[in-house]
């Protein structure tokens, strides 16, 4: 058994300072701010090693991320002028990692709670600005499982899987995601999930054959506070083929990506009167040589 702790103090010193023109009031208006933000973050970990290749954890940390002011403030001054308050978040995790049948088979399980509060979202105002705010508090809770796989030496096998239970625990009046009543936070998928393989034969002793593909899933997730935009799962197709020097100096590969052409929207925010919405980008290919110097 091993246990680690530790702990950072952390001093952020911001300075802000600009000026801006409303479309109804003419006169520019100018901004400077200062803010100072402080925190203590600790760290406790504890870990067990049960047998050779069967090893599990224990953590417990506090992260921290500063405040700050509003920069994209087009003809706003509320914005420009407004700042916004640090995000906290305590994050636990207990995991356990294990080797199977001679290492040929690993397994990787994790159970992960984060518990947020003053957390920092970007809210859209209209007219091209957008702000940071603090939207309230969340707990977003999930389990990951990683599983690698080499049934002979030249292939290996992979597949990455994760579920994700996200809600707000309050919310800030005022804000926008309190406006809109927002649920759920943006960007947090309900499931994942990455199946792949990768084969390295050897040619004429000098040579490495490679050849890989995977496909990845995103489940459903809203893009922006106010939940006013869902993006549906899709999954995208990415492979390679190629072949290399044994000693790894240089790499030849053709790499595809979004083999499929899958046409998702996967990235936007609202903007008022019609959403902003980016596409999946389409299938690609690229020819990349890699050479390392010796």
Do not use: C
């Not at 925190?39 to 049960?50: A, E, I, N, R």
């Not at 049948?101 to 091209?128: M, V």
Request: charged share 20%.
């Amino acid at each position: 058994v091993a246990a680690t702790l530790g702990g950072r103090y952390t001093r952020d010193e911001k300075e802000f300072v600009g000026s801006i023109q409303s479309f109804v009031r003419p006169p520019r208006e100018e901004v400077a701010l200062e803010r100072t933000y402080t925190s203590f973050t600790p760290k406790l970990g504890v870990d067990v090693q049960f047998r050779d290749g069967l090893f599990g954890y224990a953590s417990a940390s506090k992260g921290f991320k500063a405040g700050g002011f509003n920069g994209l403030s087009v003809a706003n001054p509320a914005v420009l002028r407004a700042t916004f308050e640090p995000q906290e978040v305590w994050a636990y995790e207990i995991g356990l990692k294990a080797d199977w049948l001679d290492d040929r088979l690993r397994t990787n399980l994790a159970y992960f709670l984060n518990d947020i509060s003053g957390l920092q979202q970007t809210a859209t105002l209209g007219a091209g600005s957008f702000a940071q705010q603090n939207v309230g508090d969340a707990t977003v809770m999930g389990l990951e499982a990683e599983i690698t796989a080499r049934p002979v030496d030249a292939l290996t096998l992979f597949a990455n899987l994760g579920w994700q239970d996200d809600e707000y625990d309050s919310l800030t009046p005022g804000s926008q995601a309190a406006q809109a009543g927002g649920q759920n936070l943006p960007l947090v998928p309900d499931y994942t999930a990455q199946v792949g393989f990768a084969w390295e034969q050897p040619v004429g002793g000098a040579l490495v054959f490679r050849l890989g593909a995977d496909g990845r899933y995103t489940g459903d997730h809203y893009l922006e506070v106010t939940n006013s935009i869902l993006v549906k799962g899709y999954t995208r197709y990415d492979g390679f083929v190629g072949i290399g020097s044994a000693d790894g100096q240089w790499d030849l590969r053709l790499q595809g990506r979004n083999l499929s052409d899958e046409a998702n929207y996967v990235t936007g925010f609202a903007n008022s009167p019609n959403p902003a919405l980016a596409l999946l980008r389409p299938r690609e290919w690229m020819l990349r040589l890699t050479y390392r110097m010796q």
